[in-house]
């Protein structure tokens, strides 16, 4: 099983809004609070571009509102083109002006999340993670600390994302665990989440000091980067369309 993802920026959302749908046109106008707006058009934006490189669609402005993003009623995104329901299933996570959207095939759950690595006390562990966790937590040095904290709950995030429950559920109800070492030469490495019978597989990668993570129902290859086409060169259609194959 393949798990594709993209992230963009606030600086790659072009000023205009005609990459839009009606509908989304309409939603964006119902935000009050200017970072609200923002966050929820750079994850549009971030969403359309990799299912238009997903799916072997133009980037044109026509071409991407065709492509519909809406909130299932659990709130979890579906993607739909022109009003039909899409054969993918995506994820979405924003940090600090930045968005990031995972995709697989439609029958799967996939959640992805970004976090920064950032001090959290022991409060905070002891309030969020399970016995297990905290075991792991209090086993690694000092340095990295933060960052093993700010990847376990990343990884409890994209799980609760792939159940579509959010932290509607009480996030000691996951389990997550992962390896430091034998990174591949991407930089991705391996984690695991379980919640109850079920168990999360994925992966993990940290970036200065942002760690992402992504995670499906299905053991997955390495997460595999989308191609994206700059603002000068859209239009084109990309030749790869990974998940039709």
Request: aromatic share 8%.
């Amino acid at each position: 099983m393949k798990l594709y993802w993209l992230e963009q920026v606030q600086a790659d959302v072009p000023t205009g809004n005609d990459w839009l749908s009606p509908w989304e046109a309409t939603r964006f106008d119902s935000f009050r609070f200017p970072k609200r707006r923002a966050d929820w058009r750079l994850g549009r934006w971030t969403a359309k571009q990799a299912l238009a490189a997903a799916l072997n669609l133009g980037s044109d402005d026509l071409a991407l509102t065709a492509i519909e993003i809406r909130p299932a009623s659990s709130g979890a995104p579906e993607v739909f083109i022109n009003s039909e329901r899409a054969p993918v299933a995506i994820s979405l996570s924003h940090r600090e002006g930045r968005a990031m959207c995972a995709i697989a095939r439609r029958e799967l759950r996939v959640g992805c999340d970004l976090e920064s690595v950032e001090a959290h006390g022991d409060v905070f562990v002891a309030d969020y993670f399970t016995a297990e966790e905290q075991q792991a937590i209090a086993a690694v040095s000092a340095p990295d600390r933060e960052r093993t904290v700010s990847l376990l709950w990343s990884a409890k995030e994209s799980a609760l994302k792939a159940l579509h429950e959010g932290l509607r559920l009480d996030t000691r109800t996951v389990i997550a665990s992962f390896e430091p070492a034998a990174l591949n030469r991407e930089g991705w490495g391996i984690l695991e989440v379980r919640y109850a019978d079920q168990v999360f597989k994925g992966w993990w990668q940290q970036t200065d000091h942002l760690v992402r993570t992504i995670v499906a129902d299905a053991p997955s290859t390495a997460p595999i980067l989308l191609p994206v086409t700059s603002l000068v060169e859209r239009g084109f259609v990309s030749e790869c369309a990974p998940l039709l194959r």
